[in-house]
Each structure stands twice: as structure tokens, then as C-alpha cells.
């Protein structure tokens, strides 16, 4: 199993400005990946962070206002740049050692966007 | 990616069995069918997965008949603390690079 922590577990900004989110995974991981997920809705696959290479990003996501980093097995960041209010959602990182196995969840960070 | 659908939400009280099924008509013969739960406040945990037949453990078993276009989530006398929302997976995860492609999932709520 792996343990996640996700730093702030909250934060609210101002319009215009960026917020950068850290994952901390407590043992080496293969995978680690970015989601988003709305109150009351369910979750969306932001990109896939990738060591030492470039993020690769779903549909409706882009590196410009998502950038994401991964430096090694065990951590990555996600930042939210020029933030607006419709970005106001919670923001989960997850990670697994391989495809088909389980995935493990950080607690997510809640952005409020004022 | 094959579509899940699921109720959106259901009822039940302590100490009953609880089956939720997803349909998944389209699912490809390399899919795996995985479920997730989601507590408030918490991120997703890996509840069950399987392939065809029935898979048990400790927390649930995952039914799903030969065509396998469904499958059906058992929890068995659920308590209050079992009140979450539970996302039915279904993908090659092998060839998708892992990535989980969540539907909307069922809001399970178990009042005393």
C-alpha cells in the first residue's frame, strides 16, 4: 500500500492569481496521476504526471494552465495558474505501482477561488 | 473506454445486504471491472476488482455474469460507516497506462 499526503488541504485565492499543490507519496510509486473533482460530482482525470517527462493531459486540459511537475517516484505538484472563480474545486493526486493494481488517494486539497 | 451506468443514489438500513449494479454493455474483452469508494472528505479507496465469475474479500464480493456486460457490487450487513458514494470502473487499465476513468457513480445511504 502507499500513503498519500497532499499539501495545503485547502486554500483560497484571489482571481488572477496561482496555487501550487504538492503530492507526497511515502514509498516509491510507477504511476501518479492529477484529478479534479467538483462538490457532489465525480472525479476527472486531469493528466498523467510522468518522471522526468513531460505531463500527459486529458481532453479539456492543458499544460498552460495545469502545469505539472515530477521530479522523482515520490512526489509531484500540480499547479492552478490564473485562477478564476469555475476553478474553485477539489483537487485529488492519486498513485499505483502498476496498471490493473489498486490506486491509492491523497485526502485532496479544496480550492476556493474568490 | 466502455460507459458504466449506475443508480445514482440508494437507500438501506443497517444489517441488510447491499447490491449495487453497474451495466456496462460495451465492454472490450481486455476490461476489468474495478470498484472505488469515496468517503466525504476523503479521496477514493479500492474497494474490489474482477474479471468474469465472482471475486471475494474481506470487505465485498463482485458478481458478474458470463456476457459481462454488468456487474454487482455485494456489500453484506452494512453499518452507518458504510454511507459513501461507490464508482464502478470499467477498462483495459494494462493498456490505458492505469489511468481510472470514474463514472457518476452510486450515493449509498444507510440510516439505523
Known amino acids: ?114 | 473506454l466502455a460507459k458504466t451506468t449506475q443508480p445514482i443514489s440508494m437507500d438501506s438500513y443497517e444489517g441488510q445486504e447491499v447490491n449495487i449494479t453497474c451495466s456496462h454493455n460495451n465492454i472490450a474483452t481486455n476490461d476489468y471491472i474495478t470498484w472505488y469508494q469515496q468517503f466525504p472528505s476523503q479521496g477514493p479507496r479500492f474497494i474490489i476488482q474482477g474479471y468474469k465469475t465472482k471475486v471475494t474479500n474481506e470487505v465485498a464480493s463482485l458478481f458478474i455474469p458470463a456476457d459481462r456486460k454488468s456487474s454487482t457490487l455485494s456489500l453484506p450487513r452494512v453499518s452507518l460507516s458504510d454511507t459513501a458514494v461507490y464508482y464502478c470502473l470499467v477498462g483495459g487499465f494494462y493498456n490505458q497506462g492505469g489511468k481510472l476513468i470514474f463514472g457518476q457513480g452510486t450515493e449509498l445511504s444507510v440510516k439505523p
Do not use: H
Not at chain 1, 488572477?16 to 479534479?36: A, E, N
Not at chain 1, 486540459?61 to 478564476?84: A, E, G, H, Q
Open chain 1, 1 to 114: 500500500s502507499a500513503v498519500i499526503s497532499q499539501k495545503p488541504s485547502r486554500d483560497i485565492c484571489q482571481r488572477g492569481t496561482s496555487l501550487t499543490i504538492q503530492c507526497q507519496v511515502d514509498s516509491q510509486v510507477t504511476m501518479m496521476f492529477w484529478y479534479r473533482q467538483q462538490p457532489g460530482q465525480s472525479l476527472t482525470l486531469i493528466a498523467t504526471a510522468n518522471q522526468g517527462s513531460e505531463a500527459t493531459y486529458e481532453s479539456g486540459f492543458v499544460i498552460d494552465k495545469f502545469p505539472i511537475s515530477r521530479p522523482n517516484l515520490t512526489f509531484s505538484t500540480l499547479t492552478v495558474s490564473n485562477m478564476s472563480p469555475e476553478d474553485s474545486s477539489i483537487y485529488l493526486c492519486s498513485a499505483g505501482q502498476a496498471p490493473g493494481n489498486e490506486q491509492f488517494f491523497g485526502p485532496g486539497t479544496r480550492l476556493t477561488v474568490l
